[in-house]
């Protein structure tokens, strides 16, 4: 009886139901990459280096919605060119799976190289070029910015395809792919918008806490994407693997 109702609720909001919503299916697949997505220490550091400048709010608002802007146009793009995917002997799952199998593998290289290739105790680190100049950017370049660091980064990016994949493999239709896509770029999107929300909330009362947010970011910004890097990669070498084992 509970599954009648249930599958008439959903079914007319247009998600399918097959003993549970394929919504929420698709929202949980989508949670690990979004918080790996939001954990990269480099567009934090990026924003709250914004904040600081002359034109502060409207940067920072700008690079905020640069970055919103480049994850759901990445998701959304991959979701229509993977919609067959739910159907695991279709010619697109198995890309999908072979995909992500050689992303995954890619993303655990890359952790592995990052630390291999850490500043050891005593090495001078100096701030990227990119970032010194952040103080005086225009708005162009920081909604440019913002896009280009979520976008077009090739770890984002990766991580992206996977949680949007995934939302297809899912099965959902109707309003559900685009409400999963929503959760994927707003959970992504955290630290960057709670970064502007908080300087915008706060003021100057706000300036101390995020320049520490900042300089946390940096002295640890090697051990986090490595951390994320590793066990991302993992993840999403491991869906690959399991999809092209069913």
């Known amino acids: 009886m509970l599954d009648t109702v249930l599958a008439a609720h959903y079914g007319a909001a247009g998600v399918q139901w097959e003993g549970r919503p394929v919504l929420i299916q698709a929202i949980g697949a989508v949670l690990p ?13 990026g924003v709250v280096l914004l904040l600081a400048g002359p034109h502060g709010r409207r940067n920072g608002m700008l ?16 979701v229509m060119v993977f919609g067959g995917t739910d159907d695991p002997d279709s010619a697109s799952s198995a890309i999908a799976d ?6 995954g593998a890619g993303l ?12 050891r105790a005593g090495d001078e680190v100096g701030a990227p070029r990119w970032m010194a100049q952040l103080a005086e950017a225009t708005a162009g370049r920081a909604v440019g910015l913002g896009a280009l660091l979520s976008g077009a980064n090739p770890k984002n990016f990766v991580l992206t395809a996977s949680a949007a994949t995934s939302v297809a493999e899912a099965g959902a239709h109707g309003g559900a ?12 999107s955290c630290t960057v918008l709670g970064a502007v929300i908080v300087q915008l909330v706060g003021g100057q009362r706000a300036v101390s806490f995020l320049d520490s947010v900042r300089q946390f ?6 051990v986090i994407t490595v951390i994320v890097l590793l066990i991302l990669g993992a993840n999403v070498l491991g869906d690959g693997l399991t999809g092209l084992g069913r």
């Open 33 to 45: 990459a979004a918080l790996a997505v939001a954990l990269s220490p480099f567009p934090v550091i």
């Open 63 to 78: 690079f905020a919605l640069g970055w919103v802007a480049g994850l759901a146009i990445v998701a959304t793009l991959i």
């Open 98 to 103: 072979w995909g992500r199998v050689f992303a």
């Open 108 to 119: 655990i290289v890359l952790g592995v190289r990052k630390w291999w290739r850490r500043p």
């Open 177 to 188: 792919p685009a409400v999963a896509i929503v959760v994927f770029v707003l959970l992504g």
């Open 217 to 222: 970011m940096v002295v640890n910004s090697t």
